[in-house]
Structure formats: structure tokens, C-alpha cells
């Protein structure tokens, strides 16, 4: 490029130096020369910067590829004396073996019967000591296994035996409390038939079923046919058995009317034997609590209407013993119960 220059600065030196004898013609042919070099130095310009980046990236890539080139031959020189050394230690090897070789080799040629008949036991013998090492492994991977069970067993058998004794506990607990409950039952039993002794036989009998102590009203000694309100007699007996009621706080009280299976005629008041009987049996209630200290809490009123016989029978007989009313007393089973749910 720079000789390019050079030659174009001559020949511009050259055509100024005949412009003053050449003719106009040749002057302006001169001048579209120079136009022309022009333009393809510009051209040249341009291709000169393009090589020369060319030239620029050739370099960095030539660097790169340099510096690979010195890591890989630095990296075969370690392999290389790796392989010195590898080769060195199978060098080693070989020799050891050889002469390994070279005394088996005298071992053997000495008495090689013998020899192969030792190799022979001392083989069968390892796999026989194999076989009986592996079998003793067994014997301990079961061993160990049966262990494990029976810790887990021993485990259980205690955490039974121990749920096993409070369940024991509680069981008896229930018993005493049962027994006691009993105990108590029967003692007011007796309290009750002793303070209504004067009407037991006239319609009027106590008994304990089911844990319960059951006062059973007549009709005849509590109503009249078809009503509510209760005789004298009947209401002396009720008083006479509020006393017992309030000396034992913690028995409950259920009042249950029963009818039998004749349809009552119903009036303004009561329409059926369901009436009649809750009729009778809140009629009762109110006796038990005027004027006396049993908790209305104690006290539930309840109508059977007929469908609790106690005959089934469609006998008059059967029909006068079906029309009753039943005082049902009934211990608290607070702690009986709780002691129930906890088992």
C-alpha cells in the first residue's frame, strides 16, 4: 500500500510538472487517471482495514491455539512420565512374577503329585470352612432376627400385662362400686317398703329390678277411672315416702303412668292414653315436690300410655295390672360410668 502511494505521488509530481506544456486534452485524461487511482486507493483502503482485523483475529486465535498447544504438550509430558512410571512398576511386576513363576516352577517339579494333592485339600478344605462360615453367618442373621422378636414379644407382654393390671384395677373398682351400688339399692329397698308398710298389699308392692328400686302404684289405690287426680289414700302414700327421698340426695327419681289397651274418650283436656298417663304421672311429681327439699333435678316425669304392659293378656285382670303407676328410683352412675369409659 505504502508503494502504491509512493508511485502515485510520482506520478502526480510528473503531471504537474508537463502541465504547463502538455495540451488541454492529455491534461484532462491525466486528471481522469488520477480520479480512477483515486477511487481503487479508497477501494484498497477499505480492503487493507478488512484484512488487517482479519489479520488481528488470526493472531488471538493463533495465541489461543498456542496456548492449547502448550497445555497439551505439558499435560503429555506428565502422562508421558506417568507412563515411565507405570511402565517401570509393570516392569517390577514381570520380575516378581518371573521369579514367582520360577519357584513354582521348583516346588512343582520337586514333588508335583504331592503338590496337586495338597492344592487338592487345601482347596476342598477352604470351601468346606466357606460353607461353614457362611452357614454360621446364617445361623446369627436368624439368631439376631429371632432376638429382635422376642425383645418386640417381651415388649408387648409387659405393655399388656400392664394395661392387663389396670384394667384389673378398674374392673374391680367397678365390682365395689356395683356392690356398693347394690348395697344401697337394697337398703333403700327396705327404707321404702318400711315407710310405706302400711300400704304394701293395697295395690301398692316395692321390688328391685335391674339395679332399680320400683314403687308400683295400683290405679286403684292412686286414681279413678279415667282420672288424674289422685286419691287420698294414694296421696298419703306419696308423702309418706317423701322423707325417704330426701334423706338420699343422690338417688334419682323417674315418675312413669302406664294405661292399659282400652282407647281413652278423650275431653278438652286429655285426647288419649298418652295424655292420661304423663298426666298422671306429672300429677304425682308435684305431690312429691310440694313442700318438700328433693331437687326438682332429680325428678323426671315420664307417660307410657300402653304400650309397657305388664299382662298382655286382653283379660280384665290382665288390664287392672297394665293400669299402674311407677315410681322408678335410680342411683347416680357418674362414677360407674366414668370408670366404664376409661376401659
Not at 502541465?19 to 477511487?39: G, R
Not at 481503487?40 to 489479520?55: C, G, P, Y
Not at 400392664?162 to 327404707?191: F, G, H, P, Q, T
Not at 306429672?282 to 315420664?302: E, F, H, N, Q, Y
Request: proline residues 2%; neutral net charge; glycine residues 4%.
Amino acid at each position: 500500500m505504502i508503494r502504491f502511494a509512493e508511485k502515485l505521488n510520482v506520478l502526480l509530481l510528473g503531471i504537474a510538472l508537463l502541465s504547463s506544456c502538455v495540451p488541454a486534452k492529455e491534461f484532462q485524461d491525466l486528471q481522469d487517471k488520477n480520479a480512477k487511482c483515486e477511487e481503487e486507493r479508497d477501494k484498497l483502503s477499505v480492503e487493507n482495514e478488512a484484512l488487517t482485523t482479519k489479520n488481528n483475529e488470526l493472531e488471538s486465535k493463533s495465541r489461543l491455539l498456542q496456548a492449547k498447544v502448550e497445555s497439551l504438550t505439558s499435560d503429555s509430558i506428565s502422562r508421558a512420565v506417568e507412563f515411565n512410571r507405570l511402565s517401570n512398576e509393570l516392569q517390577s511386576l514381570k520380575e516378581r512374577y518371573a521369579d514367582l513363576q520360577s519357584l513354582q516352577d521348583g516346588v512343582i517339579s520337586g514333588s508335583k503329585d504331592e503338590t496337586r494333592k495338597l492344592l487338592q485339600q487345601i482347596q476342598k478344605t477352604q470351601e468346606e470352612l466357606q460353607e461353614k462360615e457362611d452357614a454360621l453367618k446364617e445361623l446369627e442373621r436368624k439368631l439376631y432376627q429371632r432376638k429382635i422378636g422376642l425383645d418386640k414379644m417381651q415388649t408387648d407382654l409387659e405393655a399388656m400385662k400392664k394395661e392387663l393390671d389396670a384394667r384389673n384395677a378398674r374392673l374391680v373398682e367397678l365390682e365395689r362400686m356395683l356392690n356398693a351400688k347394690d348395697s344401697i339399692m337394697r337398703a333403700l329397698r327396705k327404707k321404702v317398703a318400711d315407710a310405706l308398710f302400711g300400704f304394701e298389699g293395697k295395690g301398692l308392692t316395692v321390688s328391685i329390678q335391674n339395679g332399680k328400686v320400683y314403687v308400683s302404684l295400683e290405679e286403684k289405690l292412686m286414681f279413678k277411672s279415667g282420672k288424674y287426680e289422685i286419691d287420698a289414700k294414694g296421696a298419703a302414700a306419696i308423702k309418706q315416702l317423701v322423707p325417704v327421698l330426701e334423706q338420699n340426695p343422690d338417688i334419682n327419681i323417674m315418675v312413669e303412668g302406664h294405661t292399659d289397651d282400652v282407647p281413652y274418650r278423650g275431653t278438652a283436656d286429655l285426647l288419649d292414653n298418652w295424655d292420661l298417663s304423663v298426666k298422671r304421672a306429672t300429677t304425682i311429681v308435684r305431690l312429691l315436690l310440694s313442700g318438700s327439699k328433693i331437687d326438682p333435678v332429680r325428678v323426671t316425669a315420664a307417660g307410657r300410655s300402653q304400650y309397657l304392659p305388664i299382662d298382655r293378656a286382653k283379660t280384665p285382670e290382665a288390664r287392672q295390672k297394665n293400669r299402674r303407676t311407677e315410681i322408678i328410683l335410680t342411683p347416680k352412675m357418674d362414677e360407674i360410668l366414668q370408670l366404664l369409659e376409661s376401659n
